[in-house]
């Protein structure tokens, strides 16, 4: 895409600009166009896609500085440069800085940019749409430019016409193994089952459901499986990661790029004085209705939501820090809590909640040793759906959004970057569930979080997913209800089930 960029800026000093003075700034202005703009800049590149101010003017304490650019030394890093460049000079005449202010800021961008790629942002002050591309009109502050903002707006408009092209095949699919079929022992919806015969209900919130003692048992004895014949053999490690994910965290993990429409927000209150909630419960206790407007207004903003994908509360265990050769690969888990998604109208049995439990298995070491574990796992686990579970399922490569969305894809020494998902056949409607997955997330965790290793070695890891509502919903739509149909290594594991509840 043909990139120019332009910039109207001022900087005011604390006194009137003497004429001696402004010929010391077209000393520095010639300079930074000669030179200092060029710098790192390859020689074969024409003189117009390069940085260059094109006008500037004195007038009592102000200078004013137009700048233009193509793609190199952009507007913006050229007007940092020369600001760095005349300050000193400018000393000498005993004139210092006192404000910086940007008249306007505009990106111009050839191509063909369909309208949804045009982001709608507070900074974008006005878009000015021609017949060979667009023009964005910015307002921005000095430090917005020290961020380099316009280069992060560039880039996001150049994902939406990505990702527009990439359209609604949000995952690449592609079959690895496929099991033996199985007999078919059930052809009805578990779920319906398990309120029908008691074993669990809807619970209160939309997604979530109460399990009684009798499929607690099931779903314990598929954890215990997990946990004993694949995780602990194979050397992991439990751990206890935190539930509530604060926004520091899913920005270092990349959630913060896109996961908003799924989380479950958690504020905090803004006061824990009972004086300042007390016109609350006092409405509570007259009317028997829970003030939300008045509660709204008592609460901060959201710090973050609740457990969202299970590893990222992880990583500021390791955050900054590097790990010794002899410690890798790091091999943990974590099955402490529940994780929750607002999976809106999606909902569906126990296998589609917004409220789930789901043991996580989290890698890292070197690039080698992190591909291999992601393939240890995937033995045992074959092994265990074949010969212990005796599932009918198959395993698939996925490229999940946010590896296409980071230009993983496709990069020569990635091809093993990406995920496995593992999916069950549900005999009674004849469609596949994921019920876990094993991905390999290269260096995106240790990269954002700043992890290194030993060897000076690139850092990468994985992470697998074991959803136990997934497993049960798999395994009971599979087996059915009649336990004379259960492998051996499953019925072992539960008693016979017992009514604890006697409804009259
Ligand atoms: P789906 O495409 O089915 O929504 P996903 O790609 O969103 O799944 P991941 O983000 O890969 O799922 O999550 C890893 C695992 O977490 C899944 O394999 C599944 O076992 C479990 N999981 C995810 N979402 C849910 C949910 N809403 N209810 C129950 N389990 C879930
Ligand atoms: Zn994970
Ligand atoms: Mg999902």
């Known amino acids: 895409m043909l990139l120019r960029f332009g910039l109207n800026a001022e900087i005011v000093f604390n006194k009137d600009i003497a004429p001696e003075a402004a010929n010391a700034v077209g000393a520095v202005v010639l300079e930074a166009n000669e030179l200092l703009f060029r710098r790192g800049v390859p020689a074969e590149v024409s003189e117009n896609e390069v940085g260059r101010i094109t006008d500037w003017s004195v007038s009592g304490n102000t200078l004013s500085i137009k700048i233009e650019s193509g793609p190199y030394t952009r507007a913006h890093d050229a007007f940092l440069r020369f600001k760095k460049a005349v300050t000193p000079v400018m000393g000498k005449h005993r004139l210092g800085v006192r404000g910086i202010e940007v008249r306007n800021f505009s990106i111009s961008m050839k191509g063909e940019i369909p309208k949804s790629a045009i982001p709608k942002l507070p900074m974008i002050s006005d878009v000015t749409i021609e017949e060979d591309g667009i023009v964005l009109h910015l307002s921005l502050s000095l430090a917005d430019l020290e961020k380099k903002l316009p280069d992060r707006l560039v880039k996001l408009v150049e994902e939406k016409i990505e990702a527009e092209a990439y359209g609604g095949k949000a995952e690449h699919w592609e079959l690895l193994y496929e099991s033996p079929k199985r007999p078919l022992h059930y052809d009805k919806n578990p779920s319906d089952e398990l309120l029908k015969i008691g074993w669990a209900k809807h619970g209160a919130s939309r997604g979530q459901w109460i399990f009684g003692p009798q499929a607690v048992e099931l779903i314990r004895a598929l954890e215990t499986i997990a946990v004993e014949e694949i995780i602990k053999p194979l050397g992991y490690k439990e751990m206890i990661f935190p539930k509530l994910v604060p926004w520091d965290v899913w920005k270092q993990s990349g959630h913060a790029k896109g996961v908003y429409p799924e989380i479950y927000y958690v504020c905090a209150p803004k006061s824990r004085d009972p004086a300042y909630w007390e016109d609350v419960s006092d409405y509570y206790k007259v009317t028997g209705d829970v003030p939300v407007e008045m509660i709204r207004d008592r609460i901060e903003g959201p710090i973050g939501g609740m457990c969202y994908a299970q590893c990222p509360p992880f990583w500021p265990f390791v955050k900054g820090e590097t790990l010794s050769n002899g410690c ?48 240890l796992l995937h033995e045992a686990y074959t092994r265990i759906f074949d010969e212990v579970l005796e599932l009918e399922w198959r395993c698939a490569k996925v490229t999940p959004w946010f590896m ?101």
Do not use: M
Request: with cysteine; net charge negative; aromatic share 12%.
């Open 328 to 375: 890798l690969p790091i091999k943990v888990f974590d099955r402490s809590g529940t994780s929750h998604r607002y999976e809106s109208g999606g909902i569906h049995g126990i296998e589609r909640v917004d409220e789930f439990h789901r043991i996580e298995v989290l890698w890292f070491g070197t690039i080698e040793q992190t591909v291999r574990t992601a393939d």
């Open 404 to 504: 296409a969305q980071e230009g993983l894809v496709g990069v020569s020494d990635t091809s093993s970057v990406g995920t496995r998902d593992y999916e069950a056949i549900l005999p009674y409607n004849g469609d596949w569930l994921e019920f876990q997955n094993v991905s390999v997330n290269g260096n995106k965790y240790p990269k954002g979080f700043n992890v290194k290793i030993q060897s000076g070695e690139e850092c990468w890891s994985g992470c697998s997913g074991i959803g136990l509502e997934r497993w049960t919903a798999a395994f009971l739509a599979q087996k059915g209800f009649d336990r004379s149909k259960w492998p051996e290594s499953v019925l072992k594991l539960v008693g016979e089930p017992e009514d604890v509840f006697e409804f009259l």
